[in-house]
């Protein structure tokens, strides 16, 4: 019987022993319900998808380089923490994430998600925050009126603007200047005051006093995942050849260019401004709005004036140079 009991100790310190030598890769291939899969992947095959030599797949490594390759074809980070990111959010339902760039239905789609979205009418909290833009403390706000996709905070950018037609033809150009990026697209209210050099103010808008006009309108997100936070700095400068209007300029622009285009990075990124983006939530809903971190405080209290049960969070946000000039009342 101690014979058998050796034996069997033997045998399941062998079985722990080889749970252990598994790699990282095949560690994440496992949790993300691919193991198999790997196990399919001939040497030849995963030569071909790791852009290396057979030769170099040794038997003691080749698991490895299996699991690797899958993760290559599902679209999976290599590096941590993004990889860690990745597997929590795979099995998640992300409506929000429409596609890369460079296919070519995905004009169609974000056409197709903004033709159909509802109206979303002002809820009393909205129009209770046309106070803060009165009191002159913020520029605008937005409310975010359907999900955000599970993207990596680090590589993300958020871009705003409201006419879907801008939307296809900036993807159009990202693609053609062969920028690569996984697409989101999301649905918000804005709120912002209406500047004198954008001519004549819509006949929607709300008055405020003293010839100031509020502007209310149902805008969109794209949110950019790109392979490197980067090319963020491609982004924007990308955005202030063919996307940004200037005084005097006679260059070409993408339909529906503004003077301050509207993106956030919500990590540092080299020629972006540090702002504070205070989130206000009320009964599920969330409030935006973005002051320089000088004004943040002014905010707060102005908000406190209200006496209203709000949940106030305040945190850093970085925004693209025009945007920046326009929260200080700058034109362009």
């Not at 339902?93 to 995905?106: K, P, Q, T, W």
């Not at 993207?151 to 801008?166: A, C, K, M, S, T």
């Not at 491609?234 to 503004?258: C, D, T, V």
Request: net charge neutral; glycine share 6%; with cysteine.
């Amino acid at each position: 019987m101690k014979k058998y009991s050796k034996i069997i100790f033997i045998a399941l310190l062998f079985l722990c022993v080889q749970v252990s030598n598994a790699g990282p890769y095949q560690d994440a291939a496992e949790k993300l319900g691919y193991t198999e899969l790997a196990a399919t992947f001939s040497a030849e095959k995963v030569a071909r998808l790791l852009n290396t030599k057979i030769d170099q797949l040794s038997n003691n490594a080749l698991a490895e380089a299996q699991a690797q390759a899958v993760l290559l074809v599902l679209g999976a980070p290599l590096a941590e923490p993004e990889l860690s990111r990745f597997i929590a959010n795979y099995k998640k339902l992300d409506n929000a994430y429409v596609g890369n760039i460079g296919e070519a239905s995905l004009y169609q789609r974000i056409n197709t998600l903004w033709q159909t979205a509802e109206h979303q009418p002002r809820s009393p909290f909205a129009i209770s925050l046309r106070n803060l833009i009165k009191l002159g403390v913020a520029n605008g706000y937005n409310i975010a009126t359907s999900p955000w996709p599970q993207f990596d905070p680090e590589r993300q950018l958020v871009y705003g603007h409201n006419d879907i037609h801008h939307a296809q033809q900036l993807l159009a150009l990202m693609a053609s200047e062969g920028i690569t990026a996984r697409v989101g697209f999301s649905l918000k209210t804005s709120a912002y005051m209406h500047r004198d050099g954008w001519g004549p103010v819509p006949t929607n808008a709300v008055p405020l006093g003293d010839n100031r006009f509020l502007i209310e309108a149902q805008e969109y997100n794209l949110h950019f995942e790109f392979p490197s936070s980067a090319d963020k700095q491609r982004f924007m400068a990308l955005i202030n050849r063919y996307s940004k209007q200037y005084e005097g300029q006679r260059g070409p622009l993408i339909y529906g260019a503004w003077w301050q285009p509207f993106y956030r990075s919500f990590a540092p990124a080299d020629g972006f401004n540090e702002v504070s983006q205070v989130q206000i939530s009320n009964a599920g809903e969330t409030a935006v709005v973005i002051v320089t971190p000088d004004k943040a405080d002014t905010l707060k209290k102005d908000i406190a004036k209200l006496k209203q049960d709000w949940t106030i969070v305040n945190v850093n946000v970085w925004v693209n140079p025009a945007f920046y000039r326009y929260l200080g009342g700058g034109f362009q």
